[in-house]
């Protein structure tokens, strides 16, 4: 029978879902192999076909493993939570949760058509009550903590009470607030539960502050950085600013330096990990204080170039900073306050992009150069984030490029501080070998002798230290939505409180909206009857989308355990993912976070690896194939109701429109659908080429706006799972993004129906030989064995399917249909096409099952020696024929066996040759 892909792909999904094929072992004397996939989160939309490219990667990778001898987790599950599924009940008054179950039924038949080798019994979804429920006891732990910087780790919150209890806070190295207060334990003894929590805040891993957030409006919640494009939500486009509110908050801060070093222990990509760099960004300097003139106070800089300080010519604060109010002067005010609106509609991401841009307003105050005295003029600027150090800058004109044109384009004063004849840009470089002028004490030192001088002088005067900082700030963890997880706090007397542990989860409520409430709470604040012991106010904020995916992979490990988020001897067991196959979009925020939460529980004991992904591939973007028909503009550029051809378009003034590449066919446009498509374009005249339309092409990305969306729906109803999977392979290295093109599946196709062929004769009868197999065919097979080994370890996955290729025509060229050798190629092919290759492995005859967990081949070197070669035989320089010839023969030998082949003799006729011409395993030249 032919290749009946339909109905082998429905038995063997039907059979792995039944047997539960791919459950993994909770433990086992083999060893452990865990591969992770970034979980999706459902949109209305589905899958189209770049989506599942990273799945089919980690799915040869993990059936490659079973089939090398290793107990495989390979789980899925959902991001469930999150905006989209809020907006949409917005819109339509459905609860989040029942579109998100349709959205999650939509994947799982998706997914399982393509024949994905998940263990399914593992599956987790963010939003359920049992999942969120640990996500909401990490949050408690982590508010019930505190880092400690003298065993450099997290610990419990009752052992930073036992010092306030013993010595007060004083000698108490933490990381916590800039503004603690110093206090004895007597003070301690002495305070009310309600100021005992107030100082506690200050030292809690997750807690309370007053943030700049970006605020949108239009939907009611705060976004993150990436969600924000050009200062608009990339949702809805809507406008988004910059507002101060009280938000919880995370102190990642604590684990920057271990974050940082943690990437030399990590197989990533480089680029991956230098996003991560930067974005921690490690700083070594000073923190310095520039008194306020005529006012008490100062204003805290830090700073990489403290021996640039008497070259300062003016201070510039963050537009957010706590003191731009007290210190703008009644003249100022307008230009103070017209600037500040004006940098609230931008996003911080944009702020800080903008390297063009000069802008700032003076405060009308002055602060001093605590070295000199001298008085320096105080500005905002919105190149500067509140966020960010002290959210000040000293502007060293003399020194720093953008200084620089800050102060030409003010008029502010440059001094000159490095006897050099360099740029600025090259003054900034501390490499460089000028010595100071006219700077104080340090006139004549270098930059290594100015540093330590001016560091001891400022610590001296309490004026300042060398200090080490970082760029990264405390990841905000809260957001005014509905669809998320509860955060586990009620408030007494304005202060936050956890709810008892024995009462998680703590669910999502019914609101009659998902809206903000009329008075502007979020929309918990809509629930009826919704408090803690029917008196304390419950936070009405939910925790952000990456809260979920913070932890997710070792909730795979235990999924069904009721009583911890992970039993002790799974995460024992399985102890990190050993491979994560994902997008490197996630750089700065779900892989930062994941590593973070990771680092604290490992610190409380739960955990026993530090690091959660071993290895981490990004997976290229599938971009999508556009198709474009073309719209003939009249002269006075009246759009008309005629659509010319591509090879015919510079004939004629056009504009371009997107087709559904789905109403196309090697570039070819059904006429007749485009009219179903396009109604306006029902009576429309089409311009021809050879009676056909021709499409435009363009490579953008796949969008659903730009209609050039494909669904693997169709291709696996037109072509089959297998096709598909070995086609997303064939396109090009794993890494690399490329354009999508559905006119060469059919390649595809048609090697997996000629493989079918192999164990078939001309009427598609099974058949395959016992006869031992020829040394061309071990060849063959031992050469793929090999290759696909080498290319899965590497996940060089493409060229792979072009050696299959390779492999099938030589053995369908040597007429093979030798048993071992097919049986072999089947398992080596199975991790690529599994549905065929099951179905081949049970007509071979092999005992009821799956191949799943059958052995990979053995490779053999000595299949691949050359003991022959085929030497073209020439007679009198034209090529006649080619023989066989052990390559073991020496010249003399090689002319006997020449001599004395029949097919020889008939060209010579007789003849005796007057010269023989051997060139060993090249030719053999025959003169007559």
């Known amino acids: 029978m032919d290749y009946q892909f339909k109905e082998i792909e429905k038995k063997w999904q039907g059979f792995w879902a039944q047997n539960q094929t791919f459950k993994a072992e909770a433990t086992s004397d083999k060893p452990k192999f865990y591969v992770l996939d970034m979980f999706p989160y459902p949109s209305g939309a589905g899958l189209h076909v770049g989506h599942p490219l990273g799945y089919i990667a980690s799915d040869i990778f993990s059936r490659y493993k079973r089939l090398k001898g290793f107990n495989v987790l390979h789980p899925m599950g959902y991001d469930s939570f999150g905006l989209p599924a809020e907006q949409y009940a917005i819109q339509t008054g459905q609860h989040p949760a029942v579109t998100t179950t349709a959205n999650i039924a939509t994947y799982r038949r998706q997914l399982d058509q393509i024949g994905f080798s998940f263990d399914w019994s593992r599956e987790v979804r963010t939003s359920e009550p049992g999942y969120y429920k640990w996500t909401q006891w990490i949050f408690m732990l982590l508010f019930n903590s505190w880092y400690n910087l003298e065993t450099d780790r997290a610990e419990d919150i009752t052992t930073l009470i036992e010092k306030f209890n013993a010595a007060g806070n004083a000698d108490v190295k933490a990381v916590c607030d800039e503004d603690v207060v110093s206090f004895m334990p007597s003070d301690w003894a002495t305070m009310t539960p309600e100021e005992k929590q107030i100082i506690l805040l200050k030292y809690r891993l997750t807690y309370l502050r007053e943030s700049t957030v970006n605020w949108c409006a239009a939907l009611g919640t705060v976004l993150a950085n990436d969600e924000v494009k050009e200062g608009y939500s990339e949702r809805g486009g809507h406008p988004v600013e910059q507002k101060k509110m009280m938000q919880w908050s995370m102190r990642i801060s604590a684990y920057a330096e271990r974050l940082l070093q943690g990437l030399n222990t990590i197989d990533w990509p480089e680029p991956v990990k230098e996003m991560q760099r930067n974005w921690i960004g490690k700083s070594v300097g000073a923190s310095v204080k ?302 930062l976070y994941s590593r973070f939460w990771n680092k604290f529980l490992k610190d409380m004991g739960y955990v026993n690896e530090e690091e959660p992904f071993k290895k981490l591939i990004n997976q290229g973007m599938i971009l999508g194939r556009s198709n474009l028909v073309y719209r003939v503009i009249e002269a006075d550029g009246k759009a008309t109701n005629t659509l010319v051809s591509h090879g015919l378009k510079n004939q004629y003034k056009t504009t371009a429109l997107h087709v559904d590449v789905n109403i196309v066919d090697n570039e070819i446009l059904d006429i007749e659908k485009f009219k179903l498509f396009r109604p306006e374009f029902a009576d429309a005249e089409f311009i021809l080429e050879n009676g056909h339309y021709i499409c435009g092409v363009e490579v953008e990305k796949m969008s659903k706006s730009l209609y050039n969306v494909v669904n693997p729906d169709v291709l696996i109803e037109n072509y089959g799972a297998d096709t598909l999977r070995m086609y997303e392979m064939f396109l090009g290295p794993l890494e690399q993004s490329k354009p999508w093109n559905t006119n060469g599946i059919e390649g595809v196709f048609k090697f997996l129906r000629k493989f079918w062929r192999l164990f078939h004769n001309e009427a598609w009868e099974f058949n395959v030989s016992d006869a031992e197999p020829s040394k061309a065919e071990l060849k063959t097979l031992h050469k793929i064995i090999k290759k696909v080994q080498d290319d899965i370890e590497r996940f060089s996955f493409n060229t792979s399917v072009s050696s299959f290729m390779i492999a099938v025509n030589e053995l369908t060229d040597l007429k093979s249909n030798n048993k071992q050798v097919l049986e072999n190629l089947v398992v080596v092919l199975a991790s690529y096409a599994p549905h065929i290759c099951e179905e081949l492995w049970q007509l071979l005859g092999n005992p009821a099952g799956s191949l799943s967990y059958a052995k990979y081949p053995v490779f053999v070197p000595e299949y691949l020696v050359e003991d022959e070669f085929s030497y073209p035989i020439s007679f009198n320089g034209k090529t006649r024929l080619n023989l066989n010839i052990s390559l073991s023969l020496d010249i003399p030998a090689v002319e006997q066996y020449v001599l004395a082949d029949e097919q020889v003799q008939k060209y010579l006729e007789g003849k005796a040759p007057k010269k023989m011409i051997v060139v060993k395993g090249r030719i053999v030249n025959i003169v007559i």
Do not use: C
């Open 290 to 591: 520039f008194p306020i003139a005529e006012n008490e106070g100062f204003i805290e800089v830090f700073t990489t170039r403290v021996d640039t300080i008497f070259g300062v010519s003016f201070l510039v604060l963050a537009p957010e900073h706590e003191l731009v109010s007290t210190l703008t002067t009644a003249a100022q005010a307008d230009a103070v306050n017209g600037y500040i609106a004006q940098t609230k509609k931008k996003s911080e991401l944009d702020r800080m992009s903008d390297t063009k841009t000069v802008s700032g307003a003076f405060t009308g105050s002055y602060v001093l150069n605590p070295i000199t005295g001298e008085k320096v003029q105080l500005w905002i600027a919105d190149y500067v984030l509140a966020g960010y150090g002290t959210g000040a800058v000293m502007g060293v004109p003399s020194g720093d490029q953008r200084d620089w044109l800050f102060a030409k384009h003010f008029g502010l004063p440059v001094v000159q501080i490095l006897d050099s004849q360099t740029n600025i840009a090259e003054q900034a470089d501390p490499t460089k070998e000028g010595k100071y002028i006219n700077s104080g004490f340090i006139t004549g030192m270098t930059y290594a002798e100015a540093i330590p001088a001016i560091n001891s002088w400022l610590e001296a005067q309490n004026l300042g230290k060398a200090k080490i900082n970082y760029r990264m700030r405390d990841a905000i963890f809260g957001r005014q939505r509905y669809w998320g997880e509860p955060i586990p706090v009620y408030f007494k007397d304005g202060l936050p409180y956890l709810i008892k542990e024995e009462e998680l989860p703590l669910l999502l409520p019914e609101v009659d909206k998902y809206l903000p409430t009329e008075s502007g709470e979020p929309p918990l604040g809509r629930a009826e009857s919704w408090s803690y012991e029917d008196q304390y106010t419950y936070e009405l904020s939910t925790m952000p989308g990456w809260a979920g995916s913070s932890w997710y992979w070792y909730r795979y490990m235990d999924a069904m355990n009721p009583d911890r988020f992970a039993s002790e001897e799974a995460v024992s067991y399985w102890k990190d993912v050993d491979l994560y196959i994902g997008g490197s979009e996630h750089a700065t925020g779900h892989l």
